[in-house]
């Protein structure tokens, strides 16, 4: 297949997911067209199968917004046309799946049907969606695909709650390349961070509010007092000031590293004992995925999909957000004793595995060739 992708091309997790399943589809023989305005994060090496293509927004000081969705689609239409896509792929409804939208309509005029199948990753819906400003075009765009699919069931049903949704949705959850994510040996890296084999502590974000940082940095604080642990922070964001803040108003500050952003994060990982997700809303929960494959149990909430990644007792704990002391007190529980710990991150591995490229890749190529051929026939009709 010809498949085109449209995506954020930063670190964020709908990024992520959009290039990793571009890299996967190029490996599979597929020809992958990225259409971003910047070079995606991680497409950073060459492929004969992987193809960019820049969306440049002129900005006339007419222009005090400059028109991005318009530059998008036209872009679109141009690659479409001459790349002879197949199906086009766009990771998030705003504005992504309305510029797919507009240049669906204008390829028509061409004589050209191209299939648009949305992937829904969370704050499009959660978030971004609930503002009322964006409601009719969220609803328009997703109705209007070919194809949508959620990151979990209960983005799933969130959708179908805060939007008039007449399209079906199907799950199609975060996957995982457990030949990139695995246990990497890092024992220079964890004797640097843990000299007296103090235990590590690990929360990756893009420091959101709706992260809730400042509760990793509280957490860590009540397990300090009793484990001998350490913190790693590693991400950048709105909220790393006032956590760098919180952890020395809490006495923490020389036991707790901010790490900035990483690009091997699985070499981080692999010297970690426990991951904190303490969000607010969480579609999926790939970070927590991420440090599962590298074999780290999670304290997490309750919220959003993440009791469909993280189980409880089993792979870690969850709790309700907010919920500081609950969190601390699984934490410590899985910390304190070696055997529960060894089990705890054996346990996250299997789990992990259930999410692993080669069984969510063969999803994503059957919804294709499913929205493809359904796509075509109602066109002939
Ligand atoms: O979590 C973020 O801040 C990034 C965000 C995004 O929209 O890129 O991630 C969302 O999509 C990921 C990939 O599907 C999910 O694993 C994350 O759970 C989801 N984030 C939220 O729902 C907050």
Redesign the pocket.
């Known amino acids: 297949m010809k498949i085109g992708i449209v995506c954020?091309p930063?670190f964020?997790?709908?990024?992520?997911?959009a290039t990793e399943l571009g890299k996967a589809l190029a490996d599979n023989g597929h020809q992958v067209h990225f259409v971003t305005y910047n070079q995606p994060a991680r497409l950073d090496f060459f492929s004969e199968n992987l193809f960019y293509h820049e969306v440049s927004v002129s900005k006339y000081p007419l222009f005090d917004y400059p028109p991005y969705e318009l530059a998008l689609a036209s872009r679109l239409v141009d690659v479409v046309r001459f790349e002879k896509l197949d199906i086009l792929h766009v990771?998030?409804a705003i504005p992504h799946a309305s510029a797919a939208f507009m240049a669906k309509q204008i390829l028509l005029t061409y004589g050209i049907y191209i299939p648009v199948v949305t992937?829904l990753?969370?704050?499009?819906i959660?978030?971004v969606g609930r503002d009322r400003t964006y409601k009719p075009v969220v609803t328009f765009s997703i109705n209007k695909s070919d194809g949508v699919t959620a990151?979990?069931e209960h983005?799933r049903k969130d959708t179908f709650e805060f939007f008039e949704i007449e399209n079906e949705i199907r799950v199609i959850p975060?996957f995982i390349d457990l030949t990139r994510f695995s246990l990497k040996a890092k024992d220079h890296f964890k004797k640097a961070i843990a000299p007296s084999g103090e235990k590590i502590l690990i929360h990756t974000?893009?420091f959101?509010k709706?992260?809730r940082t400042q509760d990793v940095i509280r957490i860590f604080a009540k397990v300090f007092k009793k484990i001998p642990s350490k913190l790693l922070m590693v991400g950048d964001g709105e909220e790393r000031s006032e956590c760098e803040q919180l952890c020395r108003d809490l006495g923490v500050g020389d036991n707790v590293r901010f790490l900035g952003k990483q690009d091997a994060i699985e070499e981080i990982l692999s010297v970690s004992d426990l991951f904190l997700m303490p969000?607010?809303?969480?579609?999926?929960?790939?970070?927590?995925?991420e440090a599962m494959a590298c074999k780290v149990p999670v304290i997490s909430t309750n919220a959003?999909?993440?009791p469909e990644l993280n189980i409880e007792g089993v792979t870690g704990f969850l709790k309700d957000i907010g919920d500081v002391d609950g969190m601390a007190e699984k934490a410590i529980y899985i910390l304190e004793n070696e055997t529960r710990l060894k089990t705890f991150k054996e346990n996250a591995l299997a789990r992990a595995k259930e999410f692993d490229l080669s069984i969510i890749l063969p999803m994503y190529e059957n919804y294709y060739i499913e929205v493809i051929e359904k796509s075509k026939a109602s066109f002939l009709a």
């Open positions: 954020y930063t964020g997790g709908s990024g992520v997911v990771h998030y992937t990753h969370g704050t499009d959660t978030l990151v979990s983005l975060n974000s893009n959101r709706v992260k969000s607010q809303s969480e579609s999926f929960g790939l970070a927590a995925l959003g999909g993440l």
